[in-house]
């Protein structure tokens, strides 16, 4: 499938009418909205257009669809595969002005929200209700983001990724038409599921407008750990074993060594520069002191020891801010760097092996890599630092995410748990699922047959 695309100057006078002075061609806007957090090159957009209702997203795709002008939504740009870049030009729909809560049902314990309204937003506007939305991406991304990169994070181990947690998606499709792939009931078997069709479609499918969520009741006690251990294998054989336990664990999450170190120079923490466990319970206060027993004395068999305890909410909520903040802090082990951050997700059974063979190749590397992970779910990831003057290292870089994958693969793994594909692991995704990729180009041939959604990304088409 080869398009040839349109001039964007064929769009500008009616985006202009539709839109005013929320469509823009300046090169600072362009610019900003032509990059994610990835170290993928900036590619801008010819024009930025700033939609406000699902009503004028269908404007602007019928208008660019007219004219063949490829249109890419953008969230808040907080994507790590290259996911935003205007590879072959067009319009950028920004949603971040579509920031409306649209409804909360508590007695449906649901809520449908505009695309751009970001998990803070949501979070705080839940306070109160005694809800919560569980999915947590360690970056404040907007919730059509989300759906649209199938994201997870911290919780996932107990309340799912947002394939688990969204009911239902308002879509503008790729000629404008709008639809709605569910209800807000809470099961279905009403034809084929279209909206985990849209989950993890990273834009090329249809533009998210609307997303219906399902909320969790906030628990009667929760309680958060630190636990230090001897070594990395030995914190991964205790995930193992509480995970094949059955211990309901709300979040139990990796960071070796070296990353404990940036977190204590980066957030002023004093923890010792070892592998760690942050870990968290959720229950009855019977139950919670239940499954805290029951994992300390798992951690004693694998060397854990120096539980930190957190129960009130702020010395909690400070040390997840530290684990959220892992990212710059990592950054900061080797100033002006581009991260290239990796994301494999494998059985949990073949954690260990796929973790001790990528610490022996962290150990021969010659840049600094940390390495965290949801490991409760077998999905881990490495900050990998080249030298920004060293451009050698970005190859020994790449070749080790290469070997990283590739190891994924072998164990029955994937090439990615949630970070998505965007144009980063395109021939990864090809290698992982070659019958899948031919079925995925036809569906994408169906809904876009022009190739006009978010071009270049997940898949080849051209
Ligand atoms: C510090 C840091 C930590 C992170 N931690 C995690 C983590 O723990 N778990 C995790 O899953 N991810 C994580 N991420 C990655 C990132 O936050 C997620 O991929 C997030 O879901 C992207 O949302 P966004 O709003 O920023 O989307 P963007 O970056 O704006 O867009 C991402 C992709 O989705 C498409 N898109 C955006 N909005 C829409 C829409 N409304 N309709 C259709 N397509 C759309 C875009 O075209 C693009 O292809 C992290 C990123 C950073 C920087």
């Not at 870990?279 to 206060?285: Q, R, V």
């Amino acid at each position: 499938m080869t398009t040839l695309y349109g001039a964007v100057d064929s769009v500008l006078p009616a985006l202009t009418e539709l839109l005013g002075e929320r469509l823009s061609t300046a090169s600072a806007v362009r610019e900003h909205r032509g990059h994610d957090e990835s170290g993928f090159k900036t590619v801008p957009p010819d024009a930025v257009a700033f939609a406000h209702s699902t009503e004028e997203v269908s404007a602007i795709v019928k208008i660019c669809a007219r004219h063949k002008i490829p249109v890419i939504a953008y969230g808040t740009g907080t994507a790590i595969e290259g996911h935003v870049q205007a590879l072959r030009g067009g319009v950028c729909i920004d949603l971040s002005g579509m920031d409306r809560i649209v409804e909360v049902n508590p007695e449906d314990m649901d809520c449908t929200v505009q695309a751009g309204v970001t998990r803070m937003q949501l979070e705080s506007h839940l306070r109160d209700t005694g809800l919560f939305f569980p999915v947590d991406p360690g970056a404040d991304a907007s919730l059509g983001g989300m759906a649209a990169t199938s994201a997870s994070g911290t919780n996932a181990v107990r309340y799912g990724t947002m394939k688990e947690n969204v009911l239902s998606l308002k879509v503008v499709m790729a000629d404008g038409r709008i639809i709605r792939t569910g209800t807000r009931a809470k099961k279905s078997s009403a034809g084929y599921d279209l909206t985990h069709l849209f989950i993890g479609s990273e834009g090329t499918l249809g533009i998210i407008t609307e997303v219906t969520l399902r909320l969790h009741g906030l628990q009667e006690a929760i309680s958060s750990a630190v636990c230090s251990f001897p070594s990395v294998d030995d914190a991964i054989n205790m995930v193992i074993l509480t995970i094949q336990s059955g211990i309901p664990i709300a979040r139990i999450e990796l960071l070796d060594g070296l990353m404990m170190h940036a977190i204590n120079r980066y957030s002023k923490m004093d923890y010792p520069e070892q592998p760690h466990l942050f870990l968290e319970f959720h229950g009855s206060a019977a139950s919670v002191k239940e499954q805290a027993e029951a994992v300390q004395e798992l951690a004693s068999e694998f060397g854990g020891g120096n539980f930190s305890w957190a129960t009130r909410s702020e010395e909690r909520n400070r040390l997840w801010k530290a684990r959220h903040d892992a990212y710059p802090a990592a950054l900061q082990l080797q100033p002006g760097t581009r991260a290239i951050t990796t994301d494999v997700c494998v059985p949990i059974s073949r954690l260990a092996e796929c973790i001790r063979e990528t610490r022996e190749d962290i150990d021969r590397a010659s840049m600094p890599i940390v390495m965290l992970g949801h490991v409760g779910d077998g999905n881990f990831h490495l900050a990998i630092l080249p030298h920004p003057d060293r451009p050698q290292d970005i190859e020994e870089a790449e070749a080790l995410n290469h070997r990283l994958v590739r190891r994924a693969l072998a164990l029955d793994g994937t090439c990615s748990g949630e970070h998505g594909i965007g144009q980063g692991k395109i021939g990864f995704l090809e290698e992982q699922n070659p019958e899948g990729v031919v079925l995925m180009r036809q569906l994408k041939q169906t809904l876009d047959p022009d190739n006009l959604l978010n071009p270049g990304k997940v898949l080849r088409m051209d």
